[in-house]
């Protein structure tokens, strides 16, 4: 008595059927990581030292693309932004990562490095304390004086947590509300330095 099983034939349609499958699971993923860094987050690299230190240069970011679409814009959120900038006939578009410190129809100015909005102090507790121990002005905050500027309706002011290197309102000006990307909310990268923002 033959105790074996006869072998299992598969159909040449069934294989078809089983690289459809996986094609339609790859395809439909790809087209999710595509949704989800088009319209929801987005990882961005930090290049430079203005937000120390808070963040530093390597540091990796993500970035909630929809949050501002559900709530507004808040005091202290850090945000990444377009800078177009042009020169002669060429359009160019930085990606820049500042904190938000004032709104339109705000009036914000600076004196002894200290920020006030509308004549009062705005405390800043995310300052770098190295920074803000140097006894020079200049050295602390890089413009220590700043004359108070109204913000345009529907525009920012926006500066960097490392005052003395950072480039931003203070040097052009407050930037529209529809230029921002979105919050940036979490450092991913390195794990070590891994925080909420």
């Given at each position: ?5 006869p ?6 349609n069934?294989g ?38 808070t963040?530093f240069?390597?540091?990796r970011?993500?970035v ?9 814009i808040?005091?202290?959120?850090v ?7 042009v020169d ?16 339109g129809?705000?009036?914000i ?20 304390d190295?920074d803000?121990?140097?006894?020079v ?8 004086m ?22 931003d309102s ?28």
């Amino acid at each position: 008595m033959n105790s074996e099983q006869p072998p299992v034939m598969t159909s040449p349609n069934q294989g078809f059927r089983i690289v459809r499958e996986w094609v339609t699971v790859l395809v439909v993923a790809l087209v999710i990581a595509i949704t989800v860094r088009s319209l929801i987050l987005q990882q961005f690299y930090i290049s430079g030292p203005s937000m120390e230190a808070t963040m530093f240069q390597d540091n990796r970011v993500l970035v909630n693309k929809l949050s501002y679409r559900l709530h507004d814009i808040h005091r202290g959120d850090v945000v990444v932004f377009d800078r177009v900038t042009v020169d002669g006939q060429i359009v160019q578009h930085d990606d820049l990562i500042k904190r938000v410190i004032a709104f339109g129809g705000e009036t914000i100015s600076i004196k002894d490095c200290k920020v006030f909005i509308d004549g009062k102090f705005l405390n800043e507790p995310y300052l770098n304390d190295f920074d803000l121990a140097q006894t020079v002005l200049e050295d602390r905050c890089r413009i220590p004086m700043m004359d108070a500027t109204l913000v345009p309706k529907n525009q920012i002011f926006v500066m960097g947590d490392n005052r003395p290197q950072s480039f931003d309102s203070r040097m052009f000006g407050p930037i529209e509300q529809n230029l921002v990307v979105g919050r940036a909310f979490v450092i991913i990268w390195p794990f070590s330095a891994a925080k909420f923002l």
